[in-house]
């Protein structure tokens, strides 16, 4: 159950596994993700289904190592098991056609992104990539991107690749030369954040992914509660997306910061 067919480094700390999971590759849609565990007294990690193969009955996830629980995941090997995965679990994207969908992935925010990509484009959208990191070496599934959209853009911090400046910069040069009637973005809170100001100022509809700040997963810790136009939502079983201009980013990002000193030892 649950073995590790493939394995892949995109960089040091970031890695490709491929998983068995037959029924949730069947059932999957974008959006969806699981939650996984290693060892039998291992902690609860969720994390967003990046795409699935139905005939090898297998599903894609990308893990970035930085505690204990995400180290053990990414040093598992090509023929090693993940002790549970548990999904799908959360709300799929809705996905409809709107004309023009700006996708904005940070990071490993990157990976989520994929599906969706994948899912406007093949519902008759034309759909605009703009991929951020903060050097060369940290931009992923770049080639699979370009696979499924109509043009990727390259944003580094440092000016490695692409173009050097920020991921807000690289949405408004779309916004500011074709309409756009859709943005998803999915990467840091931070980033998420200052692409809905961006957005909102356009008044461009914009969804963001909320993953990074849930625990349980089937909302019985009530760890990833997030404050969304007022109202208290719970991001694994109301999201894990939601209209970004609605989104309590500075409060979201205080949580987060809750337990830094707990989780770096």
């Known amino acids: 159950m649950n073995r590790i067919v493939s394995k892949e480094h995109f960089s040091p700390h970031v890695v490709k596994l491929e998983v068995e999971a037959p029924l949730i590759a069947r059932s999957r849609k974008a959006g969806h993700f699981v939650i996984v565990r290693v060892g039998e007294q291992g902690e609860r990690i969720p994390l967003t289904i990046a795409s699935s193969d139905t005939s090898r009955g297998t599903i894609t996830l990308v893990v970035q190592a930085v505690g204990r629980s995400s180290k ?49 484009h093949k519902a008759g959208n034309r759909v605009i990539v703009v991929l951020a990191a903060r050097t060369k070496d940290l931009i992923i599934l770049e080639d699979r991107m370009r696979a499924c959209s109509d043009e990727v853009i390259i944003m580094t911090d440092d000016g490695s690749y692409g173009t050097k400046g920020l991921v807000t910069q690289g949405v408004e040069s ?32 914009t969804v963001a992914s ?11 810790c009530g760890a990833c509660r997030v404050t969304v136009g007022g109202r208290t939502k719970f991001v694994c079983v109301d999201g894990p997306e939601f209209d970004a201009h609605q989104v309590d980013f500075d409060e979201m990002m205080m949580r987060l910061r809750s337990y830094k000193e707990e989780e770096q030892k």
């Open 174 to 205: 779309v916004i500011q030369r074709e309409p756009v009637n859709l943005c998803v973005t999915i990467g840091p809170a931070v980033m998420m954040k200052f692409v809905a100001a961006l957005t909102k100022k356009y008044e461009i509809p």
């Open 210 to 220: 909320l993953n990074t700040i849930m625990v349980d997963g089937t909302g019985m």
């Open 72 to 120: 053990k995941l990414c040093a598992l090997g090509e023929g090693d098991a993940v002790t549970d995965v548990v999904g799908p679990l959360g709300q799929a994207t809705h996905i409809e056609r709107v004309g023009t969908v700006v996708c904005a992935g940070g990071g490993v925010g990157v990976a989520p992104l994929l599906p969706i990509v994948e899912a406007f």
